[in-house]
């Protein structure tokens, strides 16, 4: 079945550097790709997403690209604020079913 | 523009009491979920009802039930709660159970069984 394995955390930078945050898959055809943003205190959200492959999905700075000769959707933003410190969700629906899998989360603390 | 809203936002239980929680979407969504989230396991699917009338198991059902009372309400009861059910839980929802398509979450309930 689908899978998602996210690096962990936590990850801590200043304000102002580049951020990576991996995650790799395996799915059976081409799943759509999410990454979740959850905030201190609240839900989860949805921060970008990619329908198919070579897709780039972005919002509020951030970018993450379906990649599939990597199999890889890794998130990325060019220069971190402190409110971005929150728990970062990479997720893809189950194969079959269409329900959804969510990795383990990487937690980022961005430092003024 | 509430979304999704669950209550209660906090619950203390002793370990054997029962209780629900209760969540209702105003979206006008088919699908309904309930995760649990803990630390270093991420989200787990506890149930899902992919339309009214329907639920489903997900990967961690044991221990609890869950009613899809109409479109818009999905209520997850503990009839005997357990030390290992301490977790935030989140009600979620999206149009169809369709790759593609957004979740949207509610806000979390935190649960502390004693």
């Known amino acids: 079945g689908n899978s998602v394995t996210q690096m962990e955390g936590p990850v801590t930078l200043s304000e102002e550097a580049f951020l990576t945050i991996n995650c790799t898959y395996t799915?059976?055809?081409?799943?759509?790709l999410f990454w979740y943003v959850q905030y201190p205190g609240e839900g989860l959200q949805l921060l970008l997403k990619?329908?198919?492959?070579?897709d780039k999905g972005s919002n509020k700075g951030f970018e993450a690209t379906y990649r599939k000769e990597t199999t890889s959707f890794h998130l990325e933003k060019g220069s971190v604020q402190v409110s971005d410190s929150a728990v970062y969700f990479c997720a893809l629906p189950t194969s079959g079913t269409y329900k959804y899998i969510f990795g383990t989360g990487t937690r980022l603390k961005v430092l003024a | 523009n509430a979304g999704v809203t669950q209550t209660p936002k906090f619950q203390v239980l002793k370990t054997g009491q029962s209780m629900t929680l209760q969540c209702a979407q105003d979206?006008?969504?088919?699908?309904m979920y309930w995760y649990r989230q803990d630390p270093g396991m991420g989200l787990r699917l506890i149930y899902y009802?992919?339309?009214?009338?329907?639920?489903d198991k997900g990967e961690v059902p044991n221990g609890y039930n869950v009613s899809r009372l109409n479109k818009r309400e999905f209520s997850l009861r503990l009839e005997s709660a357990a030390p290992s059910q301490t977790s935030v839980y989140f009600c979620?929802?999206?149009?169809?159970?369709?790759?593609?398509?957004?979740?949207?979450f509610g806000e979390g309930s935190w649960l502390t069984v004693v």
């Open positions: 009802s992919a339309s009214e009338g329907t639920t």
């Open positions: 799915a059976t055809g081409y799943p759509s």
């Open positions: 979206m006008n969504h088919n699908s």
């Open positions: 990619a329908t198919k492959a070579d």
């Open positions: 979620a929802s999206s149009e169809r159970q369709i790759s593609g398509n957004t979740i949207y």
